[in-house]
């Protein structure tokens, strides 16, 4: 079993960047596949990118050439790097992993969640 945490988020303004992390527990984490959701007020939950046992990544096309997910499997970790934020981009983001990179991407999500980091962007 997998416990998530993320951190990282706060309030900045349009075109600031911040880089969230996911911090898992467990030795195996590195046959894991994450991805990182976010869910707005009114909106319904989204993935936004994910990264396989691989280092195999994809992105939501409203995300493309702005986030970069990334891991680092020696400390458990998973990053979401985002630049150029927009205020539509405001809203809490999930860690979600599973051993089945099809669950992770699939919009419902894997087996395991951390509790969410808000992000809000600004002026």
């Known amino acids: 079993q997998v416990q998530l945490v993320e951190s990282g988020g706060g309030l900045v303004q349009p075109g600031a960047s911040l880089r969230l992390s996911c911090a898992a527990s467990?030795?195996?984490?590195?046959?894991?596949?994450v991805g990182w959701y976010r869910q707005a007020p009114g909106k319904q939950r989204e993935l936004v990118a994910a990264i396989s046992s691989a280092d195999k990544t994809m992105y939501t096309d409203s995300v493309k050439g702005r986030f970069t997910i990334s891991r680092d499997n020696f400390n458990n970790r998973v990053y979401l790097q985002m630049n150029s934020l927009k205020p539509e981009d405001t809203a809490v983001y999930y860690c979600?992993?599973?051993?089945?990179?099809?669950?992770?991407?699939?919009?419902?999500?894997?087996?395991?969640w951390g509790q969410g980091t808000q992000v809000t962007v600004s002026s």
């Open positions: 979600n992993a599973d051993i089945l990179l099809f669950k992770v991407v699939s919009g419902t999500g894997g087996d395991y």
């Open positions: 467990g030795s195996a984490f590195n046959i894991y596949a």
